[in-house]
Structure formats: structure tokens, C-alpha cells
């Protein structure tokens, strides 16, 4: 896989996240066909990178609760 410059990433908080601050994620919209996620309480720790395809999918199957949790 190639490497994504990731320092002018602007994060957003998703609107799926824990409203107290728990369980915070966030996603960059600045890549066409990726999108970056972290864990807002580790912002310099690790990133991982979904195609944008797989990302909306998970999102999707969140929003519809087919996954159980």
C-alpha cells in the first residue's frame, strides 16, 4: 500500500461517537478514496486507512444496527 501524508489532515469528530468524551473517533474528508480514522484521545498515535468504499459500508451497517452491538 502506498503512504498517505497525513499532517494536513483535517479531523472531525464522527457524529457516531460517544457524546462524554469515551469513545471518540475521528475521520478525515480531505482524502478522495480513503478515509483516515483515529482515536481522538490518542490524536499522534496510529491511523488507519479504509477505502472509502469499505468505510460506507461501516457506516451503513452501523446506521442500520446489522452488526450486533
Not at 16 to 43: I, L, M, T
Request: charged share 20%.
Amino acid at each position: 500500500m502506498r503512504s498517505i501524508d497525513l499532517s494536513a489532515a483535517t479531523w472531525r469528530t464522527s457524529s457516531y461517537s460517544n457524546s462524554d468524551g469515551g469513545q471518540c473517533v475521528e475521520v478525515s474528508d480531505d482524502f478522495p478514496g480513503f478515509v483516515p480514522v483515529r482515536d481522538s484521545k490518542a490524536s499522534h498515535g496510529p491511523v488507519l486507512v479504509f477505502p472509502a468504499v469499505g468505510w460506507v459500508r461501516f457506516v451503513c451497517a452501523v446506521r442500520v444496527g446489522r452488526l450486533g452491538v
